[in-house]
């Protein structure tokens, strides 16, 4: 198996977050339908940075960006400079 594959699985897998699937245990009847995919079906293999490369909608939980580290160190010597300035 290429590592490209073996990186594809990894990603799909991490996406689809079935606990009974691993690297080496996918049911042979398991599928994917076009309602994960932004184009309806997965992105070329080749294509690691297309958004269909694994799927990624409607996978029945959401992603929530986090803020950066530092984000509340930031907000705390901004706002109270801002407040000086009225």
Excluded at 44 to 58: F, G, K, Q, R, V
Excluded at 66 to 76: D, F, T
Aim: with cysteine; hydrophobic share 35%.
């Amino acid at each position: 198996m290429s590592e490209i594959t073996r990186r594809r699985r990894m990603a799909w897998i991490a996406a689809i977050r079935r606990p009974d699937f691993t690297f080496d245990k996918i049911p042979k009847t398991a599928k994917v339908c076009s309602l994960h995919f932004h184009t309806g079906k997965p992105a070329y293999e080749m294509y690691t940075s297309d958004p269909d490369w694994a799927p990624s909608l409607n996978l029945g939980y959401t992603v929530t960006p986090s803020a950066p580290p530092n984000h509340s160190i930031l907000m705390q010597q901004i706002i109270p400079h801002a407040k000086d300035k009225k």
